[in-house]
């Protein structure tokens, strides 16, 4: 079948999707948890050196081999050589699998966000956090006892809600993903600079940002720490799926693809690294109010 002529309507649309794909869980928790771990600030130098040798090379054979061939990942690595065209069915596969289970936490999100407006009955203890998510959301049981294959139905709701808008945003293509990054992507930026800015307001913010920032040099003789940030960045820029094979094929046959590799790659990395502070800022919080809650205790036992 041939590939349908069907463009995006400018290359910001492009770079638009590509960044879209490419955030997700991988930029808001793993990069920060990953840099902690891997020497605070220090982490980004290896980072950096994987995004420009790694990361953005891959994505330019990536836009290349999507733009040239006009076709999807299965079909795309067919023409590159036929034995190939089964590793392309598996990164759709791979696509498919994540978005099965993403779709189930945006039904969670959806609970959520009902619940939020009904005086968030979770709490704010850490013990009873987790058993609301149990017990309510899931409503779980032990493996075995009566209602432990039984349908949630307000997750179900949730996850048909999140399905009906996946497909209101995929049914026509790149003509309606177009349409739908200019929300789905500068809404959740919009987000995550409120997030930040209501996080360094916090008490403790200071502590959480110094942890997440503070380099650990020493930790840059260990190979496993430049393991983890060609890792991550694998993880991050979406590199494996075949999705940005699918997106570039729908680009003009003369669009740039170094500069839209560039954009995507830095944006994406720009993304996570102001992930951190959204995170660490609220861990830092955390860390205060758990020691203000335990001198209170200790406090009382006196």
């Known amino acids: 079948m041939a590939h349908t002529e069907t463009h995006w309507t400018s290359r910001t649309e492009f770079i638009m999707a590509a960044v879209g794909s490419a ?17 605070g600030g220090a982490f980004l130098i290896p980072f950096i050196v994987a995004l420009f040798v790694a990361g953005i090379p891959l994505l330019i054979m990536k836009f290349t081999i999507g733009q040239s061939t006009r076709a999807g990942a299965p079909k795309a690595l067919g023409v590159l050589n036929a034995n190939w065209k089964w590793l392309g069915w598996m990164a759709v ?45 899931l409503k779980s049981a032990p493996l075995g006892s009566e209602g ?10 949730g996850l048909f809600l999140t399905w009906v808008a996946i497909y209101f945003c ?3 293509g790149v003509k309606t993903v177009g349409k739908a990054v200019w929300i789905t992507v500068p809404l959740p930026a ?18 959480g940002l110094l942890t997440y ?7 840059l003789k260990d190979p496993s720490v430049w393991l983890a940030a060609v890792g991550q960045v694998f993880y991050s820029l979406s590199l494996g799926f075949g999705i940005m094979i ?35 800022s609220v861990l830092g919080f955390l860390a205060h109010a758990l020691d203000e809650q335990n001198g209170h205790q200790q406090d009382a036992h006196a």
């Open 23 to 39: 955030i997700g869980l991988g930029n808001i928790w793993r990069f920060p948890y990953v840099c902690y771990k891997s020497g």
């Open 93 to 137: 596969l791979t696509s498919f699998g994540i978005a099965a289970y993403y779709a189930v936490v945006m039904g969670w999100s959806f609970n959520y966000l009902w619940y939020s407006f009904t005086g968030m009955p979770w709490g704010t203890e850490s013990d009873k956090i987790g058993a609301f998510f149990m017990d309510t959301v």
């Open 148 to 157: 432990s294959l039984s349908i949630v139905w307000p997750v179900m709701i």
């Open 170 to 172: 995929i049914f026509k």
């Open 190 to 207: 919009l987000i995550l600079v409120v997030l930040i800015i209501r996080g360094l307001t916090l008490e403790g913010a200071t502590t």
């Open 213 to 219: 920032l503070t380099p650990d040099f020493a930790a």
């Open 246 to 280: 699918a997106y570039s094929s729908h680009n003009p046959k003369t669009a740039d693809i170094n500069n839209s590799a560039f954009m995507t790659g830095i944006w994406d990395s720009l993304f996570a690294y102001l992930c951190g502070f959204a995170v660490f």
